[in-house]
Nanobody
Framework: QVQLVESGGGLVQAGGSLRLSCAAS??????????MGWYRQAPGKQRELVAA???????NYADSVKGRFIISRDNAKNTVYLQMNALKPEDTAVYYC?????????WGQGTQVTVSS
């Protein structure tokens, strides 16, 4: 069993930055997972993909965050990061870390990000 633990959420003013972290409880999970991703869910909305990084290092982003958010991975620390810059009020949501092994999805408990205008 693998646990993903997010941290780094909080309250920030529009235009500010936050860095989210997702640490895996099992050694080398981040390195071996097919894809690691960040999703978010705002009140009354469906959960959506924000950014993802493959085992090979390829990344993809939701159009709404391109140029502002950066996903990265530190295999030595078994941690995935989401650097969020130029935050907007519409970025307010609970952000979830996801790890996909090909046969199973793992989810973190989520971390709240609130952007005030």
């Amino acid at each position: 069993q693998v646990q993903l633990v997010e941290s780094g959420g909080g309250l920030v003013q529009a235009g500010g930055s936050l860095r989210l972290s997702c640490a895996a409880s099992r050694s080398i999970f981040i390195f071996t997972a097919n894809t690691m991703g960040w999703y978010r869910q705002a009140p009354g909305k469906q959960r959506e993909l924000v950014a993802a990084i493959t085992r090979g290092g390829s990344t993809n982003y939701a159009d709404s965050v391109k140029g502002r958010f950066i996903i990265s991975r530190d295999n030595a620390k078994n941690t995935v990061y989401l650097q969020m810059n130029a935050l907007k009020p519409e970025d307010t949501a609970v952000y979830y870390c996801n790890g996909n092994t090909g046969s199973r999805d793992y989810w973190g408990q989520g971390t709240q990000v609130t952007v005030s205008s």
